[in-house]
């Protein structure tokens, strides 16, 4: 019995295994042939706007057609080269760096025209706060430019008063708020019992409370705090920068920004408080993507894992972009775990006839190449280029804590897509049972909080069954593709689309048939077949005919005997008669009464005189 179980257990394993390998030839199948689709799209093009030839660079890593209009839209400046020329904007220069670097060429005066572009978050309110261990009551003194104020500490943690004009008292009293005009300074502090000093930052920056005096606000503590014994002295300084559009901070362009130098190994540390604090309010740019790339944190994991739709794509809620730029951010954020996977699945299942995506676009095909396979130039030599790809050389793409924590060196010069680093073991995520958690069906989700796992998202909290919702547009059912316009050779439809913004855009002449009219087609039958029966009984329809017209009966018809001709039918001929003319006219007698034998002689004597 247990040579069965071990044999039937053997089985499966291989079972599965051809299984998996099969799905996963498909899928690089696909990849291969999108890839060679987008090729096809770029060198057939008259024209490519900037973001077509950006985005199949990032994707093939190379293409000179490409890289001229990029070098043809690329302004240079005494700080650096920005996209396009005609507006320099922080998103697309840090997709240009992406490019370029892609395709090992020279991406230093772009870097620089960015980093020029940092400056301090005005956006969030900043807060100094004191405590002191064992909640001991304390003296204080904070020195900055060339002034020292001292303040005290209360044991309920609460501070006695303002420390000059940057510091000023919050309303909450536990709390120091940063002037705006003080942003840029370091603060000294010292106190008379150990104490710990941190920053604390809020994104309302315009209300009167602080978020610990206002329930409805939200605390966010910077990552590193410091403490000191007795008259020691620890300093605070704010590190919250953004990527300035003019004066104002550009949050989509930050997140390209800081994700683009990041992949050239820059510390992009001082520009997390701003992306995180603001990510509430600019979730339809899918800042979870890239903030769970750049901090590994399970809490941006969860939001981009609830996100994602039965199918296994992407679409956000008042996204100014389409499912597949979304699905995109979305692997690009969350590298090679379960959840993207069943979105790559996905998309090879949907791809057109020649391999792409979204009616062959190439913004969309190159995006999604760039975020879920990827490939580099070969033998680049420009900064930041990379020679090949991290998979190629017999290395493993994952995070780095993972790369670390599985004993492994991170490997530079070698590529991989999205966040990941090249690592020198293998990088695999630990399984969610060692994390005590569970994965949830298809029909559930997680009540609470999810991190990733092998078996992709990992539920911490409950799983809760919820109703199945078919999210399957209109379009899609009837063998279209939503687009924000349709392709050539395509034609729009009235079929519905998930976002109201597209169209339903299906091949022309591969359409839904129309449907069969079955009354015309009955019709149509019931006069044939009168036609039929007119023409077997035509003789008699023709008696029938000539006995209503002359309401007599129809005479006999003689049947010929075959091979003879049907004797001649004569027919009475009437000669007409002619008349005199008449002087006057006559006066006819009633019908049935003969003339009397006077008034003949009386009008033959008239006749007479007239001659």
């Known amino acids: 019995m247990n040579k069965w179980c071990v044999l039937s257990s053997i ?37 490519l706007a900037l973001d077509e030839a950006l985005f199949s660079v ?67 309110a900043w807060y100094l706060e004191i405590d002191t261990e064992q909640q001991r009551a304390a003296q204080c003194t904070i020195k900055y430019d060339a002034g020292t104020y001292t303040v005290r500490i209360g044991q309920d943690m609460r501070l006695s008063s303002s420390a000059g004009s940057c510091l000023t008292l919050a309303p909450s009293g536990f709390l120091l708020r940063v002037h705006d005009s003080c942003l840029s300074k370091s603060f000294d502090v010292s106190c008379n019992e150990t104490f710990v000093t941190s920053l604390v930052y809020q994104k309302d920056k315009g209300t009167e409370n602080d978020c610990l005096n206002l329930g409805n606000l939200t605390c966010f503590v910077s990552d590193t705090s410091h403490s000191s014994a007795s008259l020691g002295t620890t300093r605070e300084q704010i590190m919250a920068y953004c990527f300035k559009q003019g004066t104002a901070c550009d949050y989509e362009g930050s ?76 692997l690009l954020g969350l590298g090679g775990n379960a959840e993207a996977q069943t979105a790559k699945d996905y998309l090879i299942s949907i791809q057109t006839r020649e391999g792409c995506w979204n009616n062959n676009r190439i913004v969309d095909t190159g995006f999604l190449l760039y975020a879920g396979w990827g490939r580099v130039a070969r033998g680049g030599g420009g900064s930041g280029g990379s020679s090949a790809f991290c998979t190629e050389a017999g290395f493993s793409c994952g995070r780095q804590d993972a790369c670390l924590a599985a004993g492994g060196l991170v490997k530079p010069g070698f590529e991989c897509t999205g966040f990941g680093i090249c690592c020198s073991v293998a990088v695999s995520e630990a399984s969610c049972a060692s994390l005590s958690g569970r994965v949830c069906s298809a029909t559930q989700t997680c009540s609470g909080k999810s991190i990733a796992s092998a078996e992709g998202n990992c539920c911490t909290d409950e799983c809760t069954t919820q109703p199945i919702v078919v999210v399957d547009s209109a379009c899609d059912l009837a063998g ?92 009475p001929v009437q000669h007409p008669v002619q008349q005199r003319p008449i002087s006057r006219p006559l006066t006819r007698a009633p019908q049935g009464k003969p003339f009397s034998a006077e008034l003949e002689d009386t009008l033959k004597k008239l006749r007479e005189m007239s001659k």
């Open 480 to 571: 279209g593709s939503c687009a924000s316009e349709c392709g050539e050779g395509q034609e729009a439809s009235t079929e519905q689309c998930t976002s109201r913004s597209d169209i339903c855009c299906i091949e022309s002449g591969s359409g839904e048939e129309p449907g069969v009219n079955w009354i015309l087609i009955l019709l149509l039958g019931i006069f044939i077949l009168l036609v039929i029966l007119a023409i077997i009984y035509r003789e008699k329809i023709r008696l029938w005919y000539f006995s209503w017209r002359k309401g007599a009966t129809a005479p006999t018809v003689r049947q010929v005997p075959s091979g003879r001709a049907p004797p001649p039918i004569y027919r």
């Open 255 to 330: 997140l390209w920004a800081t994700y683009a130098l990041w992949k050239q190994d820059k510390n992009i540390n001082k520009y997390l408080p701003y992306l995180i604090a603001l990510t509430e309010g600019h979730e339809r740019h899918f800042a979870s993507a890239f903030l769970f790339g750049l901090t590994g944190n399970n809490d941006f994991f969860s939001t981009i894992a609830q996100q994602q739709k039965v199918q296994g794509y992407w679409e956000l809620t008042g996204s100014p972009y389409n499912r597949y730029y979304d699905t995109a951010l979305a």
């Open 11 to 47: 089985f499966l394993s291989v079972f599965i295994l051809s299984l998996v390998s099969a799905a996963e030839n498909d899928t690089r199948v696909g990849a291969d042939k999108a890839f060679a689709c987008l090729e096809n799209q770029v060198a057939t093009k008259p024209t």
């Open 58 to 124: 990032l994707a093939l890593g190379s293409g000179d057609k490409a890289l001229k209009v990029i070098e043809q839209e690329e302004k240079k400046e005494s700080t650096g080269s920005c996209w396009p020329k005609a507006g320099c904007s922080i998103k697309q220069t840090a997709q240009a760096l992406l490019a370029l670097r892609q395709a090992g060429r020279d991406t230093k005066a772009a870097e620089n025209w960015l980093l020029n572009k940092s400056g301090i978050a005005t956006d969030l």
